[in-house]
Each structure stands twice: as structure tokens, then as C-alpha cells.
């Protein structure tokens, strides 16, 4: 396993395309997190999946964004109607289910996806 | 609310030579995760080490040590014999107590070691 992945690495759009990202988590890893950076912050939390179940969103998700994460394996994350503010790294991560050793808190980030909206 | 503030935009470090990036957290919660993240210009988030609020022992992660002062709320990353490599931003963050254990992070500090 070569750890998590994301397609594409670099994608630019301009303003009101859609656009859509894929993740694969690593195997086995039933928890994946959405987080997005924009340039000089930490990554904030965008979505939560449990398997194929979405159980939390951010209230920085708006109406335009969407997740899924069919059978419960790999996850996309479309944004619609992109705008010059949805410019940022996505980044995707995975864990373990949790048990009581600590390294299982660890999540395992993707390389990320950049997107430059125009 | 949870909150991690890093208070250091950016540092310089000498090679071979230790640094200390800082770190200080809020949180009402009796039990909490404390993690450091590397950076490189790749864009990976790359983990570094991890430290529980009920750890009695400071962690370790070979050149990596994390000084936890957990009345002061802080969780500082000290970074022995630096190399070039490890030029990067660092973040620090904290396991949100909401559940599902999404983690809330520092704005980071970029290091640069200089030869």
C-alpha cells in the first residue's frame, strides 16, 4: 500500500465551472477527513466520512460543495459554480478505526489537490 | 472552543544546531491529542509526533521530542541537529472533542535551516 492518494495534483478552472476530486484513502482505513488550506493557513476541516456514512460537515461546506464516498472506499468532493475563493489545496486524509493505542489517533494525508479558480 | 495558536510566522535555524517551534493550545477538555505535522514544499502533510494530555512522559520521535508543559497549555516541537531537509512549515493540532477526531490546526511556522 502506498498511502493515501489524490487525482488530480493541479487543477485550474475558471469562475463558475464545476470541478471534482478523487481520493483514495489507504486500504482498510474506514475514517477519511476533507480538510482545505488556503495559502499561509493549517488545513481546516471541510467533511467526515465513517465508512460511506458523511457524519459531520463543516459549516464551510456550502450548498455549492458536495462529498461522497460510495461503499465506503474512495471519496470525491465536487464544488459547483467554482469561485475565486474556492482556490486552495484540498486535502484528503484516512485513519484507522480507533482503538486504544494513541498512534491510532495518527490521519494519513494525500498529497493534496490545488485548485486555481480564474 | 478549541484553539491552537502558533505565534512564530516564520524561524531560521543554523544546521546541526537545535530549534524549538511553539505551540499553545485552549481547550476545556480533560482528555486531548496533541500532534505535529510537517510540510514540505510538496504539499504532503507529513506526521511527526504525537503526544496525549494523559502522558506522563514527554514524547519522542528520533530527532523530534515534544516538551509538554501542560499547565502552561503548551506542546513546544524541538527539533535536534537540524538538516537541510527539514526546511518545511510546521503545524501544530489538536483532536477536536466534537468527536470523530477531526484535527484543528495552528497557522504553522516555516522553518529554514541554513548551512
Known amino acids: 500500500d502506498t498511502g493515501v492518494s489524490q487525482d488530480p495534483r493541479h487543477k485550474i478552472t475558471k469562475r463558475g465551472q464545476n470541478v471534482t476530486f478523487r481520493c483514495d484513502p489507504i486500504s482498510e482505513h474506514n475514517r477519511l477527513y476533507w480538510y482545505r488550506q488556503t495559502l499561509g493557513q493549517g488545513p481546516e476541516f471541510l467533511t467526515y466520512?465513517?465508512?460511506?456514512?458523511?457524519?459531520?460537515k463543516s459549516r464551510l461546506l456550502s450548498d455549492r460543495f458536495s462529498a461522497e464516498r460510495p461503499k465506503g472506499s474512495f471519496s470525491t468532493l465536487e464544488i459547483q459554480r467554482t469561485e475565486q475563493g474556492d482556490s486552495a489545496m484540498y486535502l484528503c486524509?484516512?485513519?484507522?478505526?480507533?482503538?486504544?493505542?494513541?498512534?491510532?489517533?495518527?490521519?494519513?494525508f494525500g498529497p493534496g489537490t490545488r485548485l486555481t479558480v480564474l | 472552543a478549541q484553539k491552537i495558536t502558533q505565534t512564530q510566522p516564520g524561524m531560521f535555524v543554523q544546521e546541526k544546531e537545535a530549534v524549538t517551534l511553539d505551540c499553545t493550545y485552549d481547550t476545556s477538555d480533560q482528555s486531548y491529542g496533541l500532534f505535529w505535522y510537517k510540510q514540505p514544499s510538496s504539499g504532503e502533510m507529513i506526521f511527526l509526533i504525537y503526544q496525549g494530555s494523559y502522558d506522563e512522559q514527554n514524547a519522542t520521535e528520533g530527532r523530534y521530542s515534544l516538551n509538554f508543559q501542560k499547565a502552561r497549555k503548551s506542546a513546544n516541537l524541538v527539533i535536534s541537529a537540524s538538516q537541510l531537509g527539514d526546511s518545511a512549515m510546521y503545524f501544530c493540532a489538536m483532536r477536536d472533542s466534537g468527536g470523530y477526531n477531526k484535527l484543528i490546526f495552528g497557522a504553522g511556522t516555516r522553518l529554514a535551516v541554513h548551512p
Open positions: 466520512f465513517q465508512n460511506e456514512a458523511q457524519l459531520e
Open positions: 486524509a484516512s485513519s484507522p478505526r480507533h482503538s486504544s493505542g494513541s498512534m491510532d489517533n495518527e490521519q494519513f
